[in-house]
């Protein structure tokens, strides 16, 4: 298993509320990327960093927010959930080489927005 | 943009026996990595085989092989002997080498169930 850790695995909350979906890694890795996987499994990029303090939005417009102030972090928030948010979260790492790094995945965060 | 298309939404196959997952995928890059996860239930997704695009020889992993055919961009899986334990969804994911970030670009997967 690898060292990427995702809190917390599943959470049920109500419309409007805030809420931080937290990310971390042991392995030192500079890349860290945040996937929303969605009901039909299809997996879309939606932020990533290549090191503290960057970030870049990814190819699905999302409404979170990501920061990345230690290497090991990477914390996503949603300001206002909506049920549109209501999805499964996947965050992962890889280290920085030339290419063709695997990217190493955590154990999702199932969101559920009443 | 690169696109990755899997066009076989569900398979199954009897355990012990052979099976072949397909993955297409379009590019204007000449050189790129390919790979293929696996993510079973309610488990974290793995790295099952990874390919570069310049190297001609199929990538092996154990039971798990690749046929890759540049020209045609395609990129399937064979999984030999199959296990009860390869129960899983298969995604095959396209990556460039260039850029600073790495990105993955995924197709929507094969749920694939190896029956007893």
């Known amino acids: 298993e690898a060292d990427i850790y995702q809190t917390p695995r599943y959470l049920v909350i109500g419309t409007g509320k805030k809420i931080t979906l937290e990310c971390s890694q042991t392995?030192?890795?500079?890349?860290m990327y945040w996937y929303q996987q969605d009901p039909g499994m299809e997996l879309h990029l939606i932020h990533y960093?290549?090191?503290?303090?960057?970030?870049e939005k990814g190819d699905l417009s999302s409404e979170s927010t990501v920061s990345r102030i230690r290497t090991e972090h990477f914390p996503l928030t949603l300001e206002s959930a909506r049920p549109s948010h209501t999805s499964q979260y996947l965050c992962?790492?890889?280290?920085?080489?030339?290419?063709?790094?695997?990217?190493?995945f955590g154990p999702g965060t199932r969101l559920t927005v009443t | 943009a690169q696109t990755v298309t899997q066009s076989q939404p569900e398979m199954s196959v009897q355990e012990a026996e052979t099976v072949t997952l397909s993955c297409t995928y379009d590019?204007?890059?000449?050189?790129?990595?390919l790979f293929w996860y696996k993510q079973p239930p309610s488990r974290q997704m793995i790295l099952v085989i990874r390919?570069?695009?310049?190297?001609?020889q199929n990538a092996t992993e154990n039971r798990f092989s690749v046929n890759f055919q540049k020209a045609a961009k395609s990129f399937s899986l064979k999984i030999s002997d199959s296990q009860l334990g390869d129960t899983a969804m298969y995604f095959c994911?396209?990556?460039?080498?260039?850029?600073?970030?790495?990105?993955?670009?995924f197709g929507s997967g094969t749920q694939l169930t190896v029956l007893p």
């Open positions: 994911a396209f990556m460039k080498p260039l850029g600073s970030a790495r990105q993955l670009t």
């Open positions: 392995m030192g890795h500079d890349k």
């Open positions: 992962a790492s890889s280290e920085d080489r030339t290419g063709g790094s695997e990217q190493y």
């Open positions: 590019t204007s890059e000449s050189n790129y990595y």
């Open positions: 960093s290549y090191g503290v303090n960057s970030t």
């Open positions: 390919q570069e695009a310049y190297k001609q």
